[in-house]
């Protein structure tokens, strides 16, 4: 089976940080790019960063570049998000996707070339 699977979120004052976690299974992470997006209530869906040639190619949105770093783990399969200084605009679901190619995008503009998506995990940055 192809599935992502989110986890790490939480509740976090800000300033705080979190590590988020995507999980791959049916596929290897080499191959494809992963994207973390998030989606506050009533808004749409923003890219927040992507990583694909096996961790060789980042891409982040300026809202959270300096601050957040997505990382792999190739024995674990696993895409990372590192979140530091965490503002309330953080705040929102966070999903993990997966966009095939050759060769992926890694854009963190649109979904659309995001063909696998996992469940999300909550983060509430709050005082």
């Known amino acids: 089976q192809l599935q992502l699977v989110e986890s790490g979120g939480g509740l976090v004052q800000p300033g705080g940080s979190l590590r988020l976690s995507c999980a791959a299974s049916g596929f290897a992470l080499d191959y494809y790019a992963i994207g973390w997006f998030r989606q506050a209530p009533g808004k749409e869906h923003e890219g927040v960063a992507c990583?694909?040639?096996?961790?060789?190619?980042?891409n982040y949105a300026d809202s959270v570049k300096g601050r957040f770093i997505i990382s792999r783990d190739r024995a674990k399969n696993t895409v990372y998000l590192r979140m530091n200084n965490l503002k309330p605009e953080d705040t929102g679901t966070y999903f993990c996707?997966?966009?095939?190619?050759?060769?992926?995008?890694?854009?963190?503009?649109?979904?659309?070339?995001?063909?696998?998506w996992g469940q999300g995990t909550q983060v509430t940055v709050s005082s």
């Open positions: 996707a997966a966009e095939g190619g050759p060769p992926p995008s890694c854009t963190v503009r649109v979904r659309t070339p995001y063909e696998t």
């Open positions: 990583i694909v040639s096996g961790g060789r190619f980042t």
